[in-house]
DNA sequence: GAGTGGTCTAGACCACAAT
DNA sequence: TTGTGGTCTAGACCACTCG
């Protein structure tokens, strides 16, 4: 248990809100994510008890205990009464924004990200945009849709609806955008804090075919979803459709914390 | 707020580990949980405060918030420092062991679950079993397949890997066993506690084609995963393949718990 | 300024696992 | 029996939102 240490947030230079001291809490989970990624807790090992951290950070064990939480509902160790935390995984979730931003998660993956917007109009919003963005059936959405790309090679089809508030900034974009979520939190500080996303097999329409290069009745597979903003402002409502082979997801669920769930399929 | 009621936990009967009385914050939890999916609280609606919920149910500020918390991970409610919580949506998250077991899912939606086995041997393991099950590569396994379908129809084939101690419990099941799950809980008293999955999009092939009277190169949703118990032991590894359109997944993230991954696609 | 949620402390008792 | 994690309490201070 060498290597942790409180020493943490280095405050060489408080560059805008990075600087903030983090809660503590926060920096003993970054610190065992590390350690266990480094090798130092390996799947199956015990870390060390609530007591033992607890001295070690001059932390009450309630705090100890909001650290290890978190690691629990990633996936990343499992608790039992009576015996101390074993390691599940040594790497599980990416951060959030990365779920949330292909640009991002690729730029993590070591690719390069690609965007083109195809389309970018206001229109009235159908009744599934409509339910996703907590609107009315028929009220003016900005719709969009972009081809994106990983290394130059076309990997998925995106259609998304923003509310109209911001359509000023959408519009104003060029038609070259790898990542959209950079440019709208750098032009009216729109932060995302929350999504829901559904997963589903769907075909090829005409116009994903002609945008992707396969057939119209080529499978692909498709995320829905709505992500909202820290009051629970829906802002965006986005259907991905990727090429067979291009993606996957995983899920971490666990007794004390279910964020999956199984539906028959809806239109 | 009058529905909220500290009565739960009617111990009429205590039967098996049923009786048992449940932790308070789960109960505020699913206290909150049944107000909010009656539209006590509909969504945009406030949730009651801290402080309000703590007085209403004699507790200290610390349980209320622990039953808010798993709220806020099921993707619930959303919570901004200044202001009461604020309702997402109104029924999300089944619970736990729905997600783990095709039968008690198809149940609770009302519908009638069906397994039957095609395949009950004992052979070395793949390399991905034996990741899967943290198993060397050539040890024992019993592998099985099985065709479930709901109200009669078949919708997907399972591939299962289970570690050779639970051989017996397995072979000893009749041809046709809805749920393996409450099977092997009944029997050897293996209880599930927390699971990995993956998504993606295959083709069929030869044997799913057959199995559920499809085309060869039909796509299917597929789902991978691991099954642990408390300790970390894992316990299952399956592949199902679902039939176009009969299921679709749903997971909710924020920036506080982030339990889903996106990769670049496995073997 | 009043009230909210976020963080943190310092205890206490319990159920359970290992010894 | 000892030590673990699970639960719960009763305070405290802070950052933030709202009127």
Chains 1, 2 share one sequence.
Request: proline fraction near 5%; glycine fraction near 8%; charge should be neutral.
């Amino acid at each position: 248990m060498k290597k942790l240490d409180r020493t943490g947030a280095s405050s060489t230079s408080p560059r805008r809100d990075e600087g903030r001291r983090r809660p503590l809490h926060e920096r003993i989970a970054e610190d065992l994510r590390r350690a266990i990624a480094d090798g130092e807790f390996p799947r199956g090992a015990q870390l060390p008890t609530e007591a033992a951290l607890a001295e070690h950070y001059a932390a009450a064990r309630g705090t100890v205990r909001a650290a290890l939480q978190a690691l629990t509902t990633e996936g990343l160790v499992a608790a039992r009464r009576g015996t101390p935390r074993v390691v599940l995984g040594t790497s599980m979730s990416q951060s959030f924004s990365q779920l949330l931003s292909f640009a991002q998660w690729a730029i993590s993956a070591g690719h390069a990200p690609g965007g083109r917007f195809v389309e970018r109009t206001i229109r009235a919003a159908t009744e599934n945009e409509a339910i996703g963005l907590q609107i009315g059936v028929g009220d003016e959405i900005v719709h969009t849709v972009r081809v994106r790309s990983l290394d130059g090679t076309p990997i998925l089809v995106e259609r998304s609806a923003y509310p109209i508030w911001a359509s000023e900034a959408i519009m104003a974009l060029p038609v070259d955008c790898p990542s959209l979520t950079a440019a709208l939190e750098e032009r009216i500080g729109l932060v995302l804090a929350s999504g829901t996303h559904t997963f589903d097999l769907v075909r090829a329409g005409q116009l994903d075919a002609r945008l992707l290069g396969i057939d119209v009745d080529d499978p692909l597979l498709r995320r829905r979803g709505v992500i909202r903003m820290a009051d629970g402002t829906p802002s965006e409502y986005t259907e991905d459709r990727f090429v067979e082979g291009s993606a996957s997801f995983t899920v971490h669920n666990s007794v004390g914390h279910n964020p999956v769930t199984r539906d028959l399929p809806s239109s």
